[in-house]
């Protein structure tokens, strides 16, 4: 199973939006509508931020948001805030029954 | 608060064991499916295995595929991942991970022990 692709980095000014995306495959992100977003801090252990394409858990921030078309999801941060900087990683459910994890994007606010 | 606690990590000699074990506490550990997940040094994450809240089914990564056994103990709240045949690109912080009931998501993540597969 390969990894998603994202983009290695993104930046963005405080107070832009950005958005990444996360490309697979129709047998992981194209097949079931289970896309996860999590981020991660340096050193410190993910956190969930995205599940079901769409859905945050409670107490995420609403400045967060994702969708997802045809075999590439996409999460939005919007607001950017210096706390944002971080790595984030995209996860998909396979038709194999198993998990996939996308490489990472590092965003940097400017 | 939900918290997960790994162990058993270390510095292990090529075609060595470990035994990595997780530690969980405020939920009901027998509720939910538990999974491995893995991060190389400065590399993203992997998918290692998982199983399901009984027991009866496990989920395996191909990359650790017929080395790396899941396993649970309900009355203990245990989760273990016993690891053979190690490799020098097993090497990794290793998380323990709660299954986000249903949803095929992982909702809370341990802190992360240290593997290390070297001469």
């Known amino acids: 199973q390969s990894a998603l692709t994202q983009p290695a980095s993104v930046s963005g000014s405080p107070g832009q939006s950005i958005t990444i995306s996360c490309t697979g495959t129709?047998?992981?992100?194209?097949?079931?509508?289970?896309v996860s977003w999590s981020q991660q801090h340096p050193g410190k252990a993910p956190k969930l931020l995205i599940y079901d394409v769409t859905n945050r858990p409670s107490g995420v921030s609403d400045r967060f948001s994702a969708s997802k078309s045809d075999n590439t999801a996409f999460l939005t941060i919007s607001g950017l805030q210096a706390e944002d900087e971080a790595h984030y990683y995209c996860s998909s459910y396979t038709t194999s029954s198993n998990w996939v994890f996308g490489g990472g994007t590092k965003v940097t606010v400017l | 608060e939900v918290q997960l606690v790994e162990s058993g990590g270390g510095l292990v000699q090529p075609g060595g064991s470990l035994r990595l074990s997780c530690s969980p506490s405020g939920f009901i550990f027998s509720d939910y499916a538990m999974h491995w997940v893995r991060q190389a040094p400065g590399k993203g994450l992997e998918y290692v295995s998982g199983?399901?809240?009984?027991?009866?089914?496990?989920h395996y990564a191909d990359s650790i595929r017929d080395r790396f056994t899941i396993s649970r103990d309900n009355s203990k709240s245990t989760v273990s991942l016993q690891m053979t045949s190690l490799r020098p690109e097993d090497t990794a912080v290793y998380y323990c991970?709660?299954?986000?009931?249903?949803?095929?998501?992982?909702?809370?993540w341990g802190q992360g022990t240290l593997v290390t597969v070297s001469s």
């Open positions: 991970v709660r299954d986000l009931r249903g949803r095929y998501s992982f909702d809370f």
């Open positions: 129709s047998s992981d992100v194209g097949a079931y509508n289970y």
């Open positions: 199983i399901n809240d009984y027991g009866s089914r496990t």
